[in-house]
């Protein structure tokens, strides 16, 4: 990586709440963001320039910033056009992640020149490309994006059917591009963690497993009915 802003074989917290969710909110997402630091977490991902803004104020850790937005029709939604790339940009994040798989998107803009633009105007910024494939992670790479992380793999059509953390397509691509290889999505124990680490992983984003209690509290609740067995 061109800088030191994410050390190797380190935590990243996932920060984010969406609107339904019982802790949305930037001061909760800030004390979120700092219990992670407490934690030993080393880079916090977040969502909303007001989020990103909330979080600089009480950690310094580098931040990659995303901003959410779903435009009718498109199914690109993670910092889709210059618009967010532009919020996340003024919020202070050191790192802005984008979708960079190969769906349609918003602006009619292609990938290579939405990277291309986004190196133009800000060249401060590190660009993480959040991908679903191999192909999808080369082709990026090709483009000259700072980051390769595997967000979106389950998540789109071509990957629905897909088990996540894919420790696969990380080893795959830690063996043929020269950029960093986030790991990120499905990881739910130390022990994934340990072996995304070990498959090839700079370093891994967690999320829920740490960061969306209600889903950590359904973990216990749903072995209840077993208790009778």
């Given at each position: 990586?061109?800088?030191?802003?994410?050390?190797?074989?380190?935590?990243?917290?996932?920060?984010?709440?969406?609107?339904?969710?019982?802790?949305?909110?930037?001061?909760?997402?800030?004390?979120?963001?700092?219990a992670?630091?407490?934690?030993?977490?080393?880079?916090?991902?977040?969502?909303?320039?007001?989020?990103?803004?909330?979080?600089?104020?009480?950690?310094?850790?580098?931040?990659?910033?995303?901003?959410?937005?779903?435009?009718?029709?498109?199914?690109?939604?993670?910092?889709?056009?210059?618009?967010?790339?532009?919020?996340?940009?003024?919020?202070?994040?050191?790192?802005?992640?984008?979708?960079?798989?190969?769906?349609?998107?918003?602006?009619?803009?292609c990938l290579?020149?939405?990277?291309?633009?986004?190196?133009?105007?800000?060249?401060?910024?590190?660009?993480m490309?959040?991908?679903?494939?191999?192909?999808?992670?080369?082709?990026?790479?090709?483009?000259?994006?700072?980051?390769?992380?595997?967000?979106?793999?389950?998540?789109?059509?071509?990957?629905?059917?897909?088990?996540?953390?894919?420790?696969?397509?990380?080893?795959?691509?830690?063996?043929?591009?020269?950029?960093?290889?986030?790991?990120?999505?499905?990881?739910?124990?130390p022990?994934?963690?340990?072996k995304?680490l070990?498959?090839?992983?700079?370093?891994?984003?967690?999320?829920?497993?740490?960061?969306?209690?209600?889903?950590?509290?359904?973990?216990?609740?749903?072995?209840?009915?077993?208790?009778?067995?």
């Amino acid at each position: 990586m061109k800088t030191n802003l994410i050390k190797k074989h380190s935590l990243i917290v996932s920060c984010q709440a969406l609107a339904d969710e019982p802790l949305h909110g930037s001061e909760i997402m800030a004390k979120m963001a700092l219990a992670a630091l407490q934690g030993g977490a080393q880079g916090i991902r977040a969502n909303s320039a007001a989020d990103i803004k909330a979080i600089k104020e009480v950690v310094d850790l580098p931040v990659i910033g995303i901003v959410k937005k779903e435009y009718n029709g498109y199914p690109v939604y993670i910092t889709p056009t210059m618009a967010e790339v532009d919020e996340v940009a003024a919020s202070g994040a050191e790192i802005i992640a984008i979708d960079a798989t190969d769906r349609e998107r918003p602006d009619d803009n292609c990938l290579a020149s939405f990277v291309a633009a986004i190196r133009d105007k800000y060249p401060e910024l590190l660009i993480m490309a959040d991908i679903s494939t191999y192909e999808e992670g080369v082709a990026a790479a090709n483009m000259g994006v700072d980051i390769v992380s595997t967000t979106l793999c389950g998540y789109t059509e071509q990957t629905k059917d897909t088990k996540i953390p894919n420790f696969k397509l990380v080893r795959q691509l830690a063996n043929t591009i020269e950029q960093p290889i986030i790991c990120e999505g499905g990881i739910q124990s130390p022990k994934q963690f340990l072996k995304a680490l070990k498959s090839g992983a700079y370093a891994c984003v967690v999320g829920s497993a740490i960061t969306r209690p209600q889903l950590i509290t359904k973990k216990f609740t749903d072995v209840i009915p077993d208790a009778s067995n």
